[in-house]
């Protein structure tokens, strides 16, 4: 069974640094397109960045671009997720997802999702 866990949410000040991780079981990671999402409050959820499975190739959401890197280890079977110069409007609950064919920034294109971890920026 396809199981996604996300941590290393928490509370940042302006300017900060955060590393979140996802890590899976049940199926092996590098085989699967996987994107990282946020959603705001009243807001709709968003790609932020993506990892391919076939080339490791990523893309970025241009809101983050310059300023989070997202990587994956196979040995650990985790993707993470490093964050730099956190913004107040980063502030969102962030989710990883899964899908063994689609990917993108697009949220609909994924079949499966962890259960989010909380990213607050503020001073």
């Known amino acids: 069974q396809v199981h996604l866990v996300e941590s290393g949410g928490g509370l940042v000040q302006p300017g900060g640094s955060l590393i979140l991780s996802c890590a899976a079981s049940?199926?092996?990671?590098?085989?699967?397109?996987i994107g990282w999402f946020r959603q705001a409050p009243g807001k709709e959820r968003e790609g932020v960045s993506c990892?391919?499975?076939?080339?490791?190739?990523?893309n970025y959401a241009d809101s983050v671009k310059g300023r989070v890197t997202i990587s994956r280890d196979n040995a650990k079977n985790t993707v993470y997720l490093q964050m730099n110069s956190l913004k107040p409007e980063d502030t969102a609950v962030y989710y990883c997802?899964?899908?063994?064919?689609?990917?993108?920034?697009?949220?609909?294109?994924?079949?499966?999702w962890g259960q989010g971890t909380q990213v607050t920026v503020s001073s």
């Open positions: 997802a899964a899908d063994p064919i689609s990917g993108g920034l697009g949220y609909l294109e994924y079949d499966y």
């Open positions: 990892i391919s499975s076939s080339d490791g190739s990523t």
């Open positions: 049940g199926f092996t990671l590098r085989y699967y397109q």
